[in-house]
């Protein structure tokens, strides 16, 4: 099995240096490239085509959202995740970095373990963010007023089932829960989720639950 190919992006040296020390020592892991900004790291992705992209969010000439912004709406990186690791923890950031298409949201301050571990969990596929706590961050972000960063996402696309499921899948609902709900079997469910993350650009679960709340299908609460 080959290893999961890394770009590690961070302004700071000394990090940038640790991290990608850290995630080259682990089994399954290779880093093949780093970046000391948002610019270097698109144009990097682009080339190397990297696995994973751990990328940090405050940095000069491009920022680590708009950076994953540009990496996650590139086709030619489809197979590209993004892993945000970041000592700025904020939920606007969250929110910013989940929007924009990151899988996944560590702390700078996490043991070397977790790092390499959310790593990997990324670079399968999954969200290092559950649905659930994702419904909690939206809900405490959307209670507080804070700004949408653009325009609310338009659903006119969704089909009817589409919206229903969206709605379990914002209140942190699992496949066979949401068949159990709907009276569909799961691989149905799993269709309709599937499709609703294609028409709404959706990388995971979690920008489902974003765009759930941002767009007025689900309120704070319910």
């Known amino acids: 099995m080959s290893p999961t190919r890394v770009l590690v992006v961070d302004d700071q040296a000394l990090i940038r240096a640790a991290v990608r020390d850290l995630l080259d020592a682990a089994d399954g892991i290779e880093v093949i490239g ?6 270097q790291a ?4 682009a080339t190397l085509r990297p696995d994973v992209v751990v990328c940090d969010i405050r940095m ?16 030619t990186l489809a197979d590209t995740r993004v892993l945000i690791l970041t000592t700025f923890e904020e939920d606007d950031y969250v929110v910013a970095a989940l929007r924009a298409g990151a899988s996944g949201f560590i702390g700078k301050g996490a043991e070397p373990e977790e790092i390499v571990h959310a790593v990997l969990a990324v670079d399968e596929g999954g969200a ?4 659930t706590a994702t419904r909690g961050l939206i809900e405490k972000y959307v ?4 700004p949408v960063a653009g325009e609310a996402p338009s659903l006119d696309m969704l089909t009817e089932r ?10 942190g609902r699992s496949n ?5 709900s709907l009276f569909i079997s799961p691989h149905t469910a799993k269709t309709h989720v599937k499709n609703s ?4 650009g959706a990388h995971d679960r979690a920008q489902l639950v974003i765009a759930a709340y941002e767009s007025g299908l689900l309120v704070p609460g319910e």
């Open 34 to 39: 780093d970046a000391a900004d948002g610019e």
């Open 42 to 45: 698109v144009a990097l992705a």
């Open 60 to 75: 000069p000439r491009m920022d680590g959202i708009e950076a994953t912004r540009r990496i996650c709406t590139d086709p």
């Open 128 to 131: 290092l963010l559950s649905p």
């Open 143 to 146: 209670r507080r007023g804070a």
């Open 162 to 171: 589409e919206r229903e499921v969206l709605r379990h899948i914002a209140r």
């Open 176 to 180: 066979d829960e949401i068949a159990a």
């Open 197 to 200: 993350m294609l028409k709404l």
